[in-house]
């Protein structure tokens, strides 16, 4: 199985970037995995909504060309479906099933993930209704991912 994260920017706190080298490096024991990390459309200090949806549609041209046909695409969002690490497990286990050699999980700039990315992807996430810094966001569903992977597998990091 192949997993992509595909997250608008880079992490630029050395603690994050650590911390999902380690999830990163655990989770290589399970599958192939690789980060993806478009650059993020520059938008003004206090931009208008029309500068923000305009920017979403371009970072979604460029999380679309990372995205291979035939994958599994979970949007990372905050209307998406919480769900717990058993049921991320089965979901992972299912689309194996069903065929797909690749999921790709899409997180978006500060500002979200453009709507209509969001429609095509197979599945929408929820980390909590609450709201986290993108970085750390980023670490938590590493997390996540590994920990679904090792329920999977047996392992003895999930109790």
């Given amino acids: 199985m192949n997993i992509n994260f595909i997250a608008m920017g880079k992490l630029k706190e050395s603690?994050?970037?650590?911390a999902c080298a380690e999830y990163l490096k655990r989770l290589g024991a399970y599958v192939n995995v690789k980060v993806i990390e478009p650059a993020p459309v520059d938008l003004p200090q206090k931009p208008s909504q029309a500068q923000i949806d305009q920017a979403l549609r371009q970072e979604a041209v460029k999380?679309?060309?990372?995205?291979?046909?035939?994958?599994?695409?979970?949007?990372?969002?905050?209307?998406?479906?919480?769900?717990?690490?058993?049921?991320?497990?089965?979901?992972?286990?299912?689309?194996?099933?069903?065929?797909?050699?690749?999921?790709?999980?899409?997180v978006g700039s500060s500002f979200g993930l453009d709507p209509e990315l969001k429609k095509q992807a197979d599945m929408q996430l929820s980390?909590?209704?609450?709201?986290?810094?993108?970085?750390?966001?980023?670490?938590?569903?590493?997390?996540q991912v590994y920990r679904a992977y090792s329920i999977i597998n047996n392992g003895k990091y999930h109790k």
Avoid: Y
């Fill in 63 to 106: 999380m679309r060309e990372q995205i291979k046909p035939g994958s599994f695409t979970v949007a990372m969002c905050i209307e998406g479906k919480p769900i717990s690490s058993d049921q991320l497990a089965q979901k992972l286990e299912t689309a194996a099933g069903q065929g797909f050699s690749t999921v790709n999980f899409i």
């Fill in 15 to 18: 603690w994050f970037r650590e």
């Fill in 127 to 143: 980390m909590s209704p609450m709201t986290f810094p993108h970085s750390l966001a980023r670490v938590m569903l590493m997390e």
